[in-house]
């Protein structure tokens, strides 16, 4: 089964770049705001753009992934994630930018969630949550391509160039992606189901009335749209400015201190995968203390004061990224409280919560600040009232999944 394993390695590289396009405005945010003439507001609503069209994006991809086929729907939006990277690239004024960044958003859109199908079609189920948190990894070596080695990169290239470089990479493998995969394994017969052949006809309609109706389907979304909105938020753009413009750091050392929250995720996402998968056979009560965690750590943070040992800050950084990985469980807590054939729906329906979390939070963040403090909206006043808020909304959100259904899977897994 060599294929598979290709299959994994593309697609996650494929979900690598889209990690790396969501993040890197936090270290370049100084150069866009000079270059596309932005203020506090404008530059949260340009990054929110990817996120907003991202989410929408599910809809119809919930509608079409299980008929058209991973295969196809990722080569054909990457190339349009592509375009919008040239654009972004290129961009001089504000609008440029977010039609740039919502291409990228659409063509990023499907990155994760085929990347999800596949799995479940070339995978044993029982090694899901283990193969997912691994792809949460490498995908998060991606947000650690958009701190340092970005700054390296622009730095030697220019924001412009380094941006039309990564199209580039990004082309080559979308025709990687094209070539080797296919949508389903063998099915004895010498030859391969065409893709989007999938036996059963998904009954989209009656299984999203259905999750609609469905209260711990609500409680999960509100719990990824709290928290990834504010973990993103943070992580993907008001990070780098509150380092370099509150805590005076270069953007050198701002970038070293988001590359370590990154390591705190891509350490995380497979521990805790493994963790619930073969220790505590849970899913909310490692998901319920990760939220706790994310907020008392978003607090500490804003309590920081310039000077405070590097060091320190440091360790909250990686803190944050490390609990925030547990709550990547909730893909997996979702599917498993679904039937089997509204599996899909599931996923994807948290997946349009969990991108506008990020919109809503990057665009209301700069709102909140720029309106609280119009003089001084990139101050440390406006910084620490937006991490408060961020503080608030977690803990309410944890309150809310302790009512969530847990899941458990007795048994021995199958290995991969």
Request: glycine share 10%; proline share 5%; charged share 10%.
């Amino acid at each position: 089964m060599h294929r598979r394993w290709a299959i994994f390695a593309i697609t996650s590289f494929n979900f690598f770049l889209s990690q790396f396009y969501r993040s890197s405005n936090a270290v370049i945010a100084p150069q866009l705001l000079q270059d596309l003439g932005l203020d506090t507001a404008g530059l949260g609503l340009m990054s929110a753009a990817f996120f907003y069209a991202f989410a929408f994006t599910q809809i119809p991809l919930s509608m079409l992934l299980d008929r058209i086929g991973p295969r196809r729907m990722m080569t054909g939006l990457s190339l349009l994630g592509i375009t919008g990277a040239l654009i972004f690239a290129w961009s001089n004024s504000l609008n440029q930018g977010i039609i740039g960044r919502s291409l990228l958003g659409i063509g990023m859109a499907c990155n994760l969630m085929g990347t999800f199908k596949l799995l479940t079609l070339w995978f044993p189920s029982g090694s899901f949550a283990t193969l997912s948190g691994a792809v949460f990894s490498i995908g998060f070596i991606g947000n650690i391509a958009a701190t340092t080695p970005l700054v390296f990169l622009v730095q030697r290239l220019g924001w412009r160039m380094a941006f039309t470089s990564i199209a580039g990479i990004n082309f080559i493998l979308v025709i990687m992606l094209f070539c080797v995969v296919r949508d389903k394994p063998y099915q004895g017969s010498g030859h391969e189901d065409a893709p989007g052949s999938v036996p059963e006809t998904p009954r989209v309609l009656p299984n999203m009335k259905l999750l609609l109706k469905n209260r711990d389907y609500w409680i999960i979304s509100l719990g990824t749209f709290v928290g990834y909105g504010s973990f993103a938020a943070f992580q993907t753009l008001w990070a780098g400015p509150y380092l370099i413009e509150v805590m005076g750091f270069s953007p050198f050392h701002a970038g070293n201190l988001l590359l370590i929250v990154n390591l705190g995720l891509i350490i995380g996402s497979p521990m805790w995968g493994a963790m619930t998968d073969r220790v505590f056979k849970t899913r909310k009560w490692i998901i319920l203390p990760g939220l706790f965690l994310s907020a008392a750590t978003m607090l500490a943070i804003t309590m920081i004061n310039p000077g405070t040992a590097i060091l320190l800050l440091a360790t909250l950084f990686f803190l944050f990224g490390l609990v925030r990985a547990s709550n990547l469980l909730m893909y997996a807590h979702i599917k498993e409280l679904m039937p089997l054939d509204m599996a899909g729906a599931a996923m994807t329906g948290i997946n349009f919560f969990t991108m506008m979390g990020p919109a809503v939070y990057l665009q209301g963040l700069g709102l909140f600040m720029q309106s609280l403090y119009p003089h001084a909206s990139r101050g440390p006043a406006a910084f620490n009232a937006a991490f408060v808020l961020c503080t608030v909304t977690l803990i309410l959100a944890s309150l809310l999944y302790f009512v969530a259904k847990d899941t458990k899977r007795p048994g021995t897994l199958r290995k991969v």
